[in-house]
């Protein structure tokens, strides 16, 4: 059976981000590129989410052992950052998957973000804007931390990045 980049696609579906675990690596936007060359070597080009990112080791592995599971002679992940990632990477499905667990999305945006994005935010939990932010800085450098003083839960949203 020949392994197709297509194929590559479709097993990367089945990579999840360490830190959310039911948001695949495709979903989350850092996978930018997919390529099968004429040796059958599956070459798969990632960039994190932000510099030094402690789970870019974890996900380089995780992608390595899901691919290697395909007919291919070998895998070789490149982490680039040629493609920067930004928030606008994260796919539609992404955004319901954050949302549904509880996380605020981030706006998509035209390049440029304003600070009051970071301040007017809609709880994930009642779509309250009634929210504050705690602080800037949650368990990893790409989360906030946000109460929402309506239905009164903590939350996390996940920073809009251009």
Same mark, same amino acid.
């Given at each position: 059976?020949?392994?197709?980049?297509?194929?590559?696609?479709?097993?990367?579906?089945?990579?999840?981000?360490?830190?959310?675990?039911?948001?695949?690596?495709?979903?989350?936007?850092?996978?930018?590129?997919?390529?099968?060359?004429?040796?059958?070597?599956?070459?798969?080009?990632?960039?994190?989410?932000?510099?030094?990112?402690?789970?870019?080791?974890?996900?380089?592995?995780?992608?390595?052992?899901?691919?290697?599971?395909?007919?291919?002679?070998?895998?070789?992940?490149?982490?680039?950052?040629?493609?920067?990632?930004?928030?606008?990477?994260?796919?539609?499905?992404?955004?319901?998957?954050?949302?549904?667990?509880?996380?605020? $999305? $981030?706006?998509?945006?035209?390049?440029?973000?304003?600070?009051?994005?970071?301040?007017?935010?809609?709880?994930?939990?009642?779509?309250?804007?009634?929210?504050?932010?705690?602080?800037?800085?949650? $368990?990893?450098?790409?989360?906030?931390?946000?109460?929402?003083?309506?239905?009164?839960?903590a939350f996390e949203q996940f920073k809009p990045v251009a």
């Amino acid at each position: 059976m020949t392994t197709t980049e297509h194929d590559i696609w479709q097993a990367l579906e089945d990579v999840m981000d360490p830190e959310i675990p039911r948001l695949s690596v495709v979903d989350l936007g850092v996978i930018t590129g997919v390529r099968l060359d004429d040796n059958n070597v599956a070459h798969v080009t990632m960039t994190p989410t932000f510099s030094g990112c402690p789970a870019l080791h974890v996900m380089s592995d995780d992608i390595r052992e899901r691919v290697k599971m395909l007919s291919v002679a070998d895998v070789v992940v490149h982490v680039s950052y040629e493609i920067p990632w930004n928030s606008n990477r994260i796919s539609e499905r992404g955004r319901g998957i954050l949302h549904e667990m509880g996380f605020a $999305p $981030p706006p998509k945006h035209d390049g440029y973000i304003k600070l009051d994005v970071l301040s007017d935010v809609a709880c994930p939990f009642c779509n309250s804007h009634n929210t504050t932010m705690q602080s800037p800085f949650g $368990p990893t450098l790409c989360r906030s931390i946000h109460y929402c003083h309506s239905c009164q839960q903590a939350f996390e949203q996940f920073k809009p990045v251009a």
